[in-house]
């Protein structure tokens, strides 16, 4: 008996580590890759995809940090993430070499400050953060954050539960930049978002459209991809890009310094630049879509909709996350306290 | 040979409670009194500053909102789980075994899954409220998540076997007699509860409490997923410090001054005549 | 008589608090529709659908591969200890005692967070071994409970009697000790086993790569959107369950009726 439990033991530890198998560690935002992509991936380049999820830039610098160097070979992180990472030299540069689809891209995307000339980072997708509502629960329009205040929608808003951007927004309805760090601008957007809150009925990242599409919320400050994919369930929701600003992002492919899998990573990145495959993961996750040839594979629904196909022109007005240093502390006040 | 098995006996658990229990919380302790880098790095530059912090408003409010939350939560399951012990402890010996497998039964499948049956039947378009809408009771949806009543709702199912269990246990325990012989002198049915039974119960009432009232300020998931986000509590602070604000020293010294309340809590429970035993033990 | 019957009613009120969201859960794993809002039409495609979902049925072996080997590890040496602890003397025994309850007492948060710290302190790879070492964490001080209980109320005289027979310890150890000490270290494995399977805390914080567990899975899925096919998997872990308890149960109820009629 004692000997089949020792063997059973065995096995197990075995069977969970000792092996090198063909495999790629992937860390990236939940919701963003459809499973079936994945496991075509799998079965076509017979490599096992080992996939873990996180809801914020935060969350994976977090989980970069607390895993030993080594343990996730592909990221991706947006923007300012993606400048601290090279800041602390956490990402490796990349063999552009060994991508046959790196012409796909979009070259206005490409060679920005948060990377100059990708040295590090290649982006995958675009986004934006909008407005969304229901014009038959609206009296006239809304086309500003200032417009959110308005007391007939008590518990009726939900918001994406992200700090920077939530406290970001706060701050340029204000008329602040949205990366401002001055102490008295802070306490404003702080009571700001006090005057907001009786009208939050949620805070959410990961599906914030659930909210929309249950009609549990009829206003939401979410991704304009959930914004596009609960425009797709309800005909009566409307879009809006605020007229005091709003943020951009971009998510790119970064690949963590003594990253195990480098060459499977690369293979992973190459697969998710083909047109057909990123239109697979368009059609599911309607972000802004960066990729030349998919362009034309997409359909009207998502062009037409400035939700999911955020125009140019817009995408150039939005604004950037940046890092705050230390001043990470006071928005961490903000957020305690209007919880 | 003695000395043998007493090494084989004691070995292993030393080295499990040195490594796995005691290193961990020293080296807690230790980063809750170094800075944080921003960046989810420590310096190692000796601060008492983020026990200061502690005590900033702000984060006293979560303190103080988590322990009405959780004090509610505790006298909620108190409430249901007193009486229940007592009737169900009034039963045939068989008819009290298959009921106490019954409550674990629940108790026994995922609790994530159960929170999601919960929102199944409290949202909006939820079970609830479709039935109260159908049968004309309500006119317009009732808001029973995505608050504090829904965290309140959650986190007392949740917890409500960790009371149900210790006070069964302390109130089968009480010899019935006693209470007879209290009644054949003439005491009256509320005296009787008040000053024989409950008396003997108090220990199973206190183990219960802590162990509903503990994991209630800690539990985060509840407070995410049924209060929509809103309610900071003791647990999502410590989270939000971790994976968030990526300030390690800060959530090493909430998780410390959260172990320091614990354990006066603890203590009072040992005052009171429990026995650590009892505690968590089913 | 009236009083009996309102002592039935709250009784029946509390199972039906207990019971009302896994029965809600169990009634959506046969509805036709994808949402879990409204009940279309009766079908059982949400189980084939199961047996197709991979990264439920990964979530599902991790889950089973930790429970299991924590489960192995934690009760053999919550076991040993407990008799070592009540047997034998040592320097620093009550430290080791105090420092035993800290993880039945202490919120999970932080023990989830204090083993994250020394993993990444010690660059150990987060994956199934973190988690099963996090499990097994937990675990141990609930054996020790539930075998010191039994231990305490047993007859040590006959392991003297086993000695003075000329038995040798690790005999006496396992003709005498171990028979009388089972249902202690049964009622210790069934709850580490359950308390792992159920771990959603001390799991977020020490999970890595390939090494999602069922809870984990159904976190991320509850915040996402959850399909019905996890009712269907719940809806089967719930009936396991159930046989399990009932048989033994009902085992148990006969012993205890018998004796009562007696």
């Not at chain 1, 100059?116 to 509502?133: M, Q, T």
């Not at chain 3, 800290?102 to 150990?124: A, F």
Request: proline share 4%.
């Amino acid at each position: 008996m004692k000997k089949i439990i020792v063997l059973l033991i065995f096995m197990i530890l075995l069977s969970g580590c000792g092996q090198t198998k063909n495999e790629v560690n992937i860390l990236n935002w939940s919701s963003y890759i459809p499973d079936e992509v994945i496991r075509d991936f799998e079965e076509e380049y017979n490599i096992k995809v080992n996939y873990n999820t996180y809801s914020s830039n935060e969350e994976c610098l977090a989980k970069l940090q607390a895993a030993k160097s080594g343990t996730y070979d592909l990221i991706f992180p947006s923007d300012y993430l993606v400048e601290l990472l090279i800041d602390k030299e956490m990402i490796q540069t990349l063999d552009k070499s060994k991508l046959t689809n790196l012409s796909n891209l979009n070259p206005n995307f490409l060679n920005l400050e948060y990377d100059p000339n990708n040295k590090y980072s290649l982006p995958f997708l675009a986004a934006s953060v909008v407005i969304i509502y229901d014009s038959d629960f609206v009296d006239g329009e809304i086309t500003s954050y200032n417009d959110l205040l308005n007391p007939q929608y008590k518990n009726n808003i939900v918001l994406l539960d992200d700090q920077r951007i939530i406290i970001g927004l706060a701050l340029l309805a204000l008329g602040y930049d949205m990366n401002d760090t001055n102490e008295e601008h802070l306490e404003e957007a702080k009571e700001w978002l006090l005057e907001l809150k009786p009208n939050i009925k949620a805070f959410d990242s990961d599906s914030p459209k659930t909210f929309m599409i249950t009609k549990e919320t009829k206003i939401g400050v979410i991704w304009n991809a959930e914004a596009g994919l609960a425009m797709n369930e309800l005909d009566n929701l409307k879009v809006v890009y605020p007229e005091e600003g709003f943020n951009i992002s971009i998510d790119n492919f970064a690949m963590p310094v003594n990253a195990k899998n480098v060459d499977n990573a690369y293979k992973f990145i190459d697969y998710i630049l083909r047109a057909d495959v990123m239109q697979k993961i368009i059609e599911e996750y309607p972000y802004k879509n960066l990729n030349i040839k998919t362009q034309e594979l997409l359909s009207d629904t998502y062009l037409n909709n400035i939700a999911t196909n955020v125009p140019d022109d817009y995408f150039k007005e939005g604004i950037f996350v940046k890092n705050i240093d230390e001043a990470i502390i006071n928005y961490d006040r903000v957020w305690a306290s209007i919880k | 040979m003695n000395r043998n098995l007493k090494f084989i006996c004691l070995a292993p658990v030393v080295i499990y409670a040195l490594i796995l229990i005691f290193f961990p919380l020293i080296y807690i302790l230790f980063i809750s009194f170094q800075t944080s880098d921003n960046y989810g790095g420590i310096i190692y530059v000796f601060t008492i500053y983020n026990y200061i912090r502690i005590f900033d408003p702000v984060y006293l409010k979560v303190f103080f909102n988590s322990a009405i939350i959780g004090l509610f939560v505790t006298l909620a399951c108190l409430l249901i789980a007193y009486p229940f012990s007592i009737f169900v402890s009034e039963k045939k010996p068989h008819i009290q075994k298959l009921l106490i497998t019954l409550v674990l039964i629940p108790f026994l499948t995922n609790s994530l899954i159960r929170t999601y049956g919960w929102i199944v039947l409290l949202r909006k378009e939820g079970i609830f409220n479709t039935i109260l809408e159908s049968l004309s009771i309500i006119d317009n949806p009732l808001s029973f998540m995505y608050n504090n009543l829904g965290i309140f709702i959650g986190l007392t199912y949740t917890l409500l076997p960790f009371m149900i269990l210790p006070i069964y246990n302390s109130v089968s325990k009480i010899d019935k007699k006693v209470i007879e012989a209290a009644r054949d002198l003439g005491a009256k049915p509320l005296n009787i509860f008040f000053k024989v039974i409950v008396p003997s119960t108090y220990s199973g009432i206190f183990n219960g409490c802590i162990m509903t009232f503990i994991p209630a300020i800690g539990m985060f998931f509840i407070a995410d997923l049924l209060g929509g986000g809103k309610t900071m509590l003791i647990g999502n602070l410590i989270k939000n410090q971790f994976l968030v604000s990526r300030n390690w020293p800060f959530g090493s010294a909430l998780s410390i001054f959260l172990i320091i309340v614990t354990f006066l809590l603890v203590r009072l429970y040992k005052k009171l005549g429990g026995k650590l035993d009892d505690l968590g033990g089913f | 008589m009236k009083n009996k019957t309102l002592k039935n009613l709250f009784i029946v009120l509390v199972f039906i608090f207990l019971y009302l969201p896994i029965i809600a859960l169990i009634a959506f794993s046969f509805n036709d529709s994808k949402l879990n809002i409204i009940f279309e039409g009766f079908t059982f495609k949400w189980y084939k659908i199961l047996f197709t979902n991979t990264t439920l049925l990964d979530a599902l072996k991790n889950t089973l591969i930790v429970a299991v080997t924590s489960t192995v590890i934690s009760t053999i040496i919550g076991t040993l200890a407990a008799i070592g602890l009540y047997k034998y003397d040592f320097k620093g025994k009550n430290f080791i005692n105090s420092l035993l309850y800290i993880p039945v007492v202490i919120p999970e948060i932080v023990l989830g967070i204090s083993l994250l710290s020394i993993y990444t302190l010690m660059r150990l790879d987060l994956g199934l071994i973190t988690l099963i070492i996090s499990h097994i964490a937990f675990s141990i001080p609930y054996v020790i409970i539930c075998v010191r209980t039994v231990i305490s109320s047993m007859n040590w005289q006959i392991e003297e009697a086993a000695h003075d027979l000329g038995a040798g310890d690790f005999l006496t150890f396992r003709k005498i000790i171990l028979p009388e000490i089972v249902p202690g270290i049964v009622s210790g494995a069934t709850l580490a086993f359950t308390l792992s399977l159920d771990d959603v805390i001390i799991s977020y914080f020490t999970t890595g790569p390939g090494s999602n567990t069922l809870p984990l899975q159904i976190y991320s899925m509850i915040k996402t959107g959850i399909t019905p096919d996890v009712n269907a998997l719940t809806t089967l872990i719930i009936l396991v369950v159930m046989i399990i308890l009932f048989t033994s149960t009902i085992v148990q109820m006969r012993k205890i009726k018998k004796g009562y009629q007696v």
